[in-house]
């Protein structure tokens, strides 16, 4: 494939349907552990169901990249969204899904259970920075907003290209901030409310060695990967929001809220809760999101 340094711009109608120790949840957005934490996982779930269109196609980019009947391990799977649509998408594929806590692991099982999908997905518990079982040889590795939370990148990125067969690819998804909700809001003083909290978290990243905003594309290089293809999508769903859009602004700011309880003020405080309390009835809430997407390939 052809090096593929693309901007894709997402703007979604407004009737738009629908992680812990380091690298143990990917496709999430979140800065602390809560194991068993069942906002985390809502938000998770969301997260697929508001995005779709995204989603949609990074899995069938991910979809081109492999042979028949390939073998695909999603590191830091979180509750499966990643596993579950790879699944749908290759019928053919077997996955394993890898993640350090186990009750993420057991609300995948029963999602995979339901989707009449469990022969083909088994689950792995394993902390990425630590030793993994063995899990390939792969076709795929797929890294869904997991890579940020390592604490040393290029020992994991030394045990995916072992994992990897000669030729086998590795896909990772990003983030370089959390999703903004309140740019378009009626009232100014909400739109600074929430730049202050975004300001703090970056702070915080900072602080923990956080990897969000990393060059992956120079990292997959460093540890002996081909690049095959690089992507920003810029994804924007505009006001007003359908119901699961609505919920998904409401579960992320109320998570920021409970982080940041010890570090705003008193003022941002109190409007964060009136925020969350209101966003059900309030129609200036929008979506912007950035996701930036690697290709490594092994030689």
């Known amino acids: 494939m052809a090096n593929d340094h693309a901007d894709h711009h997402h703007s979604h109608g407004s009737h738009s349907h629908g992680s812990h120790s380091h690298g143990s949840h990917g496709d999430s957005h979140h800065e602390d552990s809560h194991h068993g934490d069942g906002d985390l996982a809502e938000m998770l779930d969301l997260d697929a169901e508001v995005l779709h269109d995204y989603y949609r196609e990074v899995i069938g ?24 649509a ?54 795929l590795v797929w890294a869904s907003a997991s890579m940020h939370h390592l604490a040393d990148p290029a020992r994991t990125l030394a045990q995916v290209y072992a994992t990897l067969r000669p030729g086998g690819t590795f896909m990772i998804t990003e983030l370089d901030a959390f999703p903004r909700f309140l740019k378009d809001a009626a009232d100014a003083a909400d739109a600074a409310v ?45 006001a007003p929001l359908p119901p699961n859009a609505v919920r998904y602004a409401q579960v992320t700011l109320q998570r920021t809220r409970s982080r940041l309880a010890d570090h ?36």
């Open 194 to 238: 929430e730049e202050r909290c975004h300001a703090e978290l970056a702070r915080f990243r900072q602080e923990a060695g956080m990897h969000m905003g990393e060059d992956w594309g120079a990292r997959l290089k460093a540890a002996g990967f081909e690049l095959e293809g690089e992507r920003r999508f810029d994804i924007e769903l505009p």
């Open 61 to 84: 980019w991910a979809g081109s990249l492999v042979p028949e009947n390939p073998r695909i391990v999603d590191l830091g799977a979180g509750t499966g969204t990643g596993t579950l």
């Open 86 to 139: 790879l699944a749908r998408h290759l019928p053919t594929a077997d996955l394993t899904a890898v993640d350090m806590d186990e009750e993420m692991l057991e609300r995948l099982r029963h999602r995979a259970a339901q989707a009449g999908l469990a022969d083909r997905i088994r689950t792995v518990q394993a902390d990425l920075d630590g030793d993994w079982p063995g899990l390939g040889p792969a076709d």
């Open 264 to 299: 705003l003020t008193g003022d941002d405080l109190a409007a964060l809760d009136r925020i969350v309390a209101t966003a059900p009835d309030r129609a200036d809430l929008t979506i912007r999101a950035t996701r930036d997407v690697w290709i490594g390939r092994r030689p």
